[in-house]
């Protein structure tokens, strides 16, 4: 991975042509565009809050709630696309 060019922008750019079904819709494409910035930005507030904490171990115990809330998020969507499969 090359620091220098990497951008926000590269990764919509790799998500919006691995993810964005080509049938979606403008306004479901600017949708995603928006949600995808969003959660782009989110993660620059956290990753600047954390930097920011005097203590490690306070920083080392909010990745690890961050982490639980991952992995969480991502146990209901395997679950749901299970249920999804015929």
């Known amino acids: 991975m090359d620091m220098d060019s990497l951008s926000i922008a590269e990764a919509w750019q790799e998500f919006d042509a691995h993810v964005i079904p080509l049938r979606a819709s403008r306004a ?43 992995r969480a998020f991502l146990h209901e969507m395997e679950l749901r696309n299970r249920k999804d499969k015929p």
């Open 28 to 70: 479901q494409h600017s949708d995603m565009r928006m949600a995808f910035y969003t959660g782009a930005c989110a993660i620059l507030e956290f990753t600047t809050a954390i930097a920011e904490i005097p203590d490690i171990n306070q920083g080392v115990r909010l990745l690890d709630r961050l982490h639980a809330e991952k």
